[in-house]
Nanobody
Framework: QVQLVESGGGLVQPGGSLTLSCVASGSIYSINAMGWYRQAPGKQRELVAGISSSGHTTYADSMKGRFTISRDNAKNTVYLQMNSLKSDDTAVYYC????????????????WGQGTQVTVSS
C-alpha cells in the first residue's frame, strides 16, 4: 500500500519558520512531480509549490522568496521550508504526488497525504 505522510506542522508566531516533510512509503519504483497544496477554512485548495523528479521547481506568487520546496528522491521525501510566515499562511498543508509507479508496475495518479495543520498566530 502506497501512502504519503506529512509531518512538521504546528503553531508558529508571525515571522517564524517551519519545515514540513512528506514521506512516500510502500512498494514504490518512482515518483514524478510532487507538490504541496494548502487549504484554509472556507477556501479552495491551492498550489503552494511543486517540484519535478529532476528538481525543477514552481511556486505560487505569494510564496516566492519565502517558501522553498526540495526533495530527496532516494528517500521518497519532499520538503517545504517556510520562512517569514504570516497569519494568511494558516491552513492545512497537503502533500501530493502526481504519478507513483509501483514495483509491480501499477501507476497511481494524484496521490494525496492526509494533511498537516499549520497555524500562524501570536
Amino acid at each position: 500500500q502506497v501512502q504519503l505522510v506529512e509531518s512538521g506542522g504546528g503553531l508558529v508566531q508571525p515571522g517564524g519558520s517551519l519545515t514540513l516533510s512528506c514521506v512516500a512509503s510502500g512498494s514504490i519504483y518512482s515518483i514524478n512531480a510532487m507538490g504541496w497544496y494548502r487549504q484554509a477554512p472556507g477556501k479552495q485548495r491551492e498550489l503552494v509549490a511543486g517540484i519535478s523528479s529532476s528538481g525543477h521547481t514552481t511556486y505560487a506568487d505569494s510564496m516566492k522568496g519565502r517558501f522553498t520546496i526540495s526533495r530527496d528522491n532516494a528517500k521518497n521525501t519532499v520538503y517545504l521550508q517556510m520562512n517569514s510566515l504570516k497569519s494568511d499562511d494558516t491552513a492545512v498543508y497537503y502533500c501530493n504526488a502526481g504519478t507513483i509507479t509501483t514495483l509491480g508496475g501499477d501507476r497511481l495518479l494524484e496521490v494525496w497525504g492526509q494533511g498537516t495543520q499549520v497555524t500562524v498566530s501570536s
